[in-house]
């Protein structure tokens, strides 16, 4: 029994025993200080239990973190893999000088050279020469490009964002509702 109640007692740790405690002497020191092995089971199992909700909420806040590292990680390929079509759409082959804001239509010879045209598919009719028609890109002004598909999507983004910039430019920014902006810009 004795050696169960040392080991209790050195994994709970009790406050030192003080019998002047703030300089008064106590009546009884010797009752103030006893401990039965109740009182340290009992102390025992609630550190263990404030333990255990510890690492549970240590781990539930961590479980968070990764989520949001797998999701920070998910962007991350995305804008590689954006940056990297941009990168190569830049490198097509073109007989002139593009400028943002306009569409231009990508196509694949014969030999396998890709170019592009200002000239859409529908343009051309059946008096162009034999090609492969791969898609149509608007050069965007931060120099990325939007697929004629996407298009749509880009246009209410840029609008909303512009809505937005105005709304801040001016002195009611402080009473903006981001909400109203994005569900008027959206539909």
Same mark, same amino acid.
């Given at each position: 029994?004795?050696?169960?109640?040392?080991?209790?007692?050195?994994?709970?740790?009790?406050?030192?025993?003080?019998?002047?405690?703030?300089?008064?002497?106590?009546?009884?020191?010797?009752?103030?200080?006893?401990?039965?092995?109740?009182?340290?089971?009992?102390?025992?199992?609630?550190?263990?239990?404030?333990?255990?909700?510890?690492?549970?909420?240590?781990?539930?806040?961590?479980?968070?973190?990764?989520?949001? #590292?797998?999701? +920070?990680?998910?962007?991350?390929? =995305? /804008?590689? @893999?954006?940056?990297?079509?941009?990168?190569? *759409?830049?490198? !097509?082959?073109?007989?002139?000088?593009?400028?943002?804001?306009?569409?231009?239509?990508?196509?694949?010879?014969?030999?396998?050279?890709?170019?592009?045209?200002?000239?859409?598919?529908?343009?051309?009719?059946?008096?162009?020469?034999?090609?492969?028609?791969?898609?149509?890109?608007?050069?965007?002004?931060?120099?990325?490009?939007?697929?004629?598909?996407?298009?749509?999507?880009?246009?209410?983004? #840029?609008?909303? +964002?512009?809505?937005?910039?105005? =709304? /801040?430019? @001016?002195?009611?920014?402080?009473?903006?509702? *981001?909400?109203? !902006?994005?569900?008027?810009?959206?539909?």
């Amino acid at each position: 029994m004795d050696n169960s109640k040392d080991l209790l007692t050195k994994a709970v740790a009790l406050v030192e025993r003080n019998i002047k405690p703030q300089g008064i002497l106590l009546n009884d020191p010797e009752s103030v200080a006893k401990t039965c092995q109740q009182d340290l089971i009992t102390l025992a199992t609630e550190i263990e239990k404030a333990d255990n909700f510890i690492k549970a909420n240590a781990c539930s806040k961590l479980q968070i973190i990764v989520e949001q #590292i797998k999701a +920070l990680k998910k962007q991350a390929e =995305n /804008i590689l @893999t954006e940056a990297d079509w941009n990168m190569k *759409l830049h490198h !097509v082959s073109c007989n002139f000088v593009k400028h943002p804001g306009h569409v231009y239509h990508l196509y694949q010879r014969e030999t396998g050279q890709l170019y592009f045209s200002m000239i859409s598919p529908e343009e051309w009719g059946n008096s162009g020469p034999i090609q492969i028609y791969k898609g149509s890109y608007r050069l965007e002004h931060d120099r990325s490009w939007t697929s004629l598909e996407e298009i749509d999507k880009k246009n209410k983004e #840029i609008t909303m +964002l512009a809505n937005l910039w105005s =709304n /801040i430019s @001016t002195p009611t920014y402080k009473s903006l509702d *981001l909400n109203a !902006v994005f569900m008027k810009t959206i539909f």
